[in-house]
Structure formats: structure tokens, C-alpha cells
């Protein structure tokens, strides 16, 4: 299930017209291979789907960070979702425009806000009465006019999603109480350097059904509308986060078209503009990551297939159980299929890419295609057991170009010193 972008021609499979296990044997594996044109075709689907309300766009920019990326989606109109000084970094190197940048986050440092307010971004959605003081702080000390800013509304919507992905049920860190959220506006209403302008939610990641949304929406609603009855403040709009679930091994992606429906029907007439956070959507199947089968071994009456990738270059199977699928790049299975756990080199038991997975047993050399690795691949890879970060391609309208280069070993010691 989820082949997503991939085709297989002639028995080898191919990513944005090129193939893979060409692009395999030019930039060696680990490899990160992107489709440019899926991620422009993911961010249409997006926009068709709430088509009537032209919803910004915010790219979740944690989901994958590449600049090459980033510049394609800023490009095609599209916003970001930073969390970071880091991220805001890349969202304005890759072009981003900063009326376009919205910063969320339950721990932004006092630093973070002034470059936030100094770039000029849209908005701070603030997570807790602290860090909205802190904001007015910081917005008061700055030549700017101020700081614009929304509130996290946590709607205590629990969704269907791993534990660690879930983010909008009360006992969660992130977010605010309604009750409380309409205190925070009726402060930020009169304090004279910050400017109550949206209001946010965000649910968690991988949701696949449309009902927490429009529960949360309708949260979220419901306050805007407090804010504008109790504290006499109209805000300008509704940023309805991220989490749009995709396609994957375990099952099938969440309708958004049908969601889209439902949520310009709640907004007809609101007077709010639509924000969107996706990260996962946008990235998510249009990139693969490339391992070689090293060994083939058998232990314990079980069948591991060693790859030269593991935890440290895709770490969502061992943390979040993600079901990737994983097939042979070429049609050249040794013979029939058989139930293998396909492991990394990592010296952790719990370091694998796929458990109990009927694969045509591949011999060693045979390339492997992790599918639906764009978002939160490399972006979560690692140098454990001091291995280096691989490369990353991007393939766009049939050219396939480094947008990455492979760590050198130099780079895994770059900053460290033999004796202090
Ligand atoms: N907006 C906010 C405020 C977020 O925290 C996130 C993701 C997004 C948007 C984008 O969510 P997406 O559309 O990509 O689902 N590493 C985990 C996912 C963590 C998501 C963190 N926040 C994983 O690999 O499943």
C-alpha cells in the first residue's frame, strides 16, 4: 500500500521519471531521494481540496528542513510553520516571505522572539501566560510596532494517533484551555505591544479522519467568537495546524477534500482567513530513502536483512512504530517471498526500518526503497554510532540534482577538540 510517486519500469523502480537505482549507484546509499513535482502536485491538492476559502499555506518546516525544499514550496506562494531561531534561519535563506511565517512552540526563548518580531513575521502563537509576557517583553524592548500573536488553543480533542504524535488532549504540554485562552486575549487586548490577531490549534500528526478536526475547529470557533463578544476583539484568522494524515503501510490518507468541505462551510461568512500548517502532506510520500542490503542473516528463526541504513537515517519505525513500506528497488528477489525484520547497523536492539514484512528475499548488493520517508527522515536523522548523515537529491522536472552532500568525516568532528 502507499507506492505513492513510484513507478517501476522495466522491472526498476523510478522517482520523478528517473531511476532510482541509477541515482543509487551515482550518489551511493544511504540515499534521500525527493520528487520536486509530488510536492508541488501535494500543495494543489491541498489548496483544491479548501479551495473557496485560498488558505495560506504554512509548511511545516520540522517535517523537512532542506533548503532546496523549502525554496520550492516558498516559490509555489506557500508560508511556513517554524518552531525555531533555526528554522526561521532557513524559512528566510530559502526565500520564504516573512508576512508568511508563523512561530509556534511552547519554549521560544526571549532571543527567538526578537528575531521573529526583527523579520517581520506574521505571528507568535503563544502557548502559556509566561511566554506571553515574555512576548510583550520582548515586543516592548524592539523598535518594531509590536508583536502580532494568536493563542494555542488546546480543545481537548484526543486523536487517533501514536501517543508521542498526539498534542491536542488536555493532559498534553502544548496549548491553552479555552477559558484560559480568552484571558489571554482580553491581556494581550490591552497590553500596547502586542497584537491579538489569530488563533491556532494543532492536534498532532498522521490523523487520518476529519471529525477531530472539525471538533477542534469548532473549539476554536467558539473562542474567536468569545474574544470578539467578551473582549470586543476581532480576529483576523483561524490557523487550523497540521497533522493531515497520508498513505502509508498501515493504511490509507485522510480525505481532504471532504474535510476541506466541511471547513469552509463552517467558515462561510466568518469574515477569518484560513491558515494551514501541513508539513507530513506536502513531503511525505514524494521522497524515499535508499539503503543496500549488506548481509542476509538467520537467527532465532528469524530472517534479518542487514541494511547500510537504519534508526540513524529514518528513526520512525523504533520511535513511533511507523509502518514504512519497503520494496526492491529492482525486481530481483533470490526467490520466493518470506517474512524478514529489515535492520540498520546501528548497535541498538531496536535500531530497524520494517519488522515481520513478506519481502522476495534480496541477496546482498540489492537496493532497498523506503517509501514515505520525506518528512521526518532526514530531518530526524542522527549521528549516532558517529555515522555520517547521507545525501539528499532532488529530482525536478527529470534533473537530479545534490541538494545535500553527504557528511565528510571531517564534518562529524566539525566544533571538538582532541585536548582542551
Ligand atoms: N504544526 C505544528 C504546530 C506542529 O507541531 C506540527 C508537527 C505540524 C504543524 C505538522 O504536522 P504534520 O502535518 O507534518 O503531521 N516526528 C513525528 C511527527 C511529529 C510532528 C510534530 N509537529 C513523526 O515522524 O511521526
Known amino acids: 500500500m502507499g507506492a505513492g510517486v513510484l513507478t517501476r519500469v522495466g522491472g526498476t523502480l523510478r ?23 509530488r510536492v508541488l502536485e501535494r500543495l494543489a491538492t491541498l489548496r483544491a481540496a479548501f479551495a473557496p476559502l485560498t488558505p495560506l499555506v504554512a509548511y511545516s518546516v520540522k517535517a523537512n528542513p532542506n533548503l532546496a525544499l523549502l525554496g520550492l514550496v516558498a516559490d509555489a506562494g506557500a508560508g511556513a510553520d517554524i518552531v525555531s531561531g533555526g528554522e526561521l534561519y532557513r524559512a528566510l535563506r530559502a526565500g520564504v516571505q516573512p508576512q508568511r511565517i508563523v512561530f509556534a512552540g511552547v519554549g521560544k526563548t526571549r532571543e527567538e522572539m526578537r528575531l521573529g518580531i526583527e523579520a517581520g513575521i506574521k505571528s507568535f502563537h503563544v502557548e502559556s501566560e509566561q511566554e506571553m509576557d515574555a512576548l510583550g517583553e520582548v515586543a516592548r524592548s524592539g523598535s518594531a510596532a509590536g508583536a502580532a500573536m494568536g493563542v494555542r488553543v488546546n480543545p481537548d480533542v484526543s486523536s487517533p494517533t501514536h501517543e508521542y504524535t ?6 498534553a504540554k502544548f496549548g491553552v484551555p479555552p ?4 484571558e ?18 494543532h492536534l498532532g500528526s498522521q490523523i487520518r479522519t476529519p471529525e477531530p478536526f472539525l471538533h477542534a475547529l469548532d473549539v476554536v470557533l467558539d473562542v474567536a467568537d468569545r474574544v470578539r ?5 476581532r480576529l483576523e484568522y483561524v490557523d487550523l495546524g497540521g497533522g493531515f494524515g497520508i498513505a502509508d503501510g498501515e493504511a490509507g490518507e485522510l480525505d481532504v477534500a471532504a474535510l476541506g468541505r466541511e471547513v469552509a462551510a ?3 461568512g466568518c469574515g477569518l482567513e484560513l491558515l494551514l500548517e501541513p508539513g507530513r502532506f506536502l513531503v511525505g510520500d514524494a521522497g524515499v530513502l535508499l539503503t543496500r542490503v549488506l548481509y542476509v542473516k538467520r537467527a532465532g528463526g528469524k530472517t534479518f536483512v542487514v541494511t547500510d541504513a537504519g ?38 536492539q531496536g535500531d530497524f526500518l520494517a519488522q515481520d514484512r513478506l519481502l522476495p528475499l534480496p541477496a546482498p548488493g540489492a537496493l532497498l526503497c523506503v517509501h514515505q520517508a520525506g518528512a521526518y527522515g532526514f530531518a530526524m536523522a542522527s549521528n549516532y554510532n558517529s555515522r555520517r548523515r547521507p545525501a539528499e537529491v532532488l529530482v525536478r522536472d ?6 545535500r552532500r553527504r557528511e565528510s568525516w571531517e564534518d562529524l568532528v566539525r566544533g571538538e577538540v582532541v585536548d582542551a
Open 15 to 37: 522517482c520523478g521519471g528517473r531511476c532510482l537505482a541509477e541515482l543509487a549507484g551515482d550518489h551511493d546509499t544511504p540515499l534521500y531521494v525527493y520528487d520536486g513535482g
Open 166 to 171: 498526539r498534542t491536542g488532549h488536555a493532559a
Open 179 to 182: 477559558d484560559h485562552a480568552v
Open 184 to 201: 489571554l486575549y482580553r491581556r494581550a487586548s490591552a497590553h500596547p505591544f502586542l497584537r491579538p490577531v489569530g488563533i491556532n490549534v
Open 229 to 233: 463578544r467578551d473582549v470586543g476583539v
Open 266 to 268: 463552517r467558515l462561510d
Open 311 to 348: 534508526m540513524t537515517e529514518l528513526i520512525r519505525p523504533s520511535h513511533y512504530g511507523g509502518v514504512h513500506a519497503v520494496s526492491l528497488v529492482r525486481d530481483e528477489g533470490t526467490g520466493a517471498l518470506e517474512r524478514v525484520d529489515v535492520v540498520g547497523p546501528v548497535c541498538e
Open 398 to 403: 527529470g534533473d537530479a540534482r545534490v541538494v
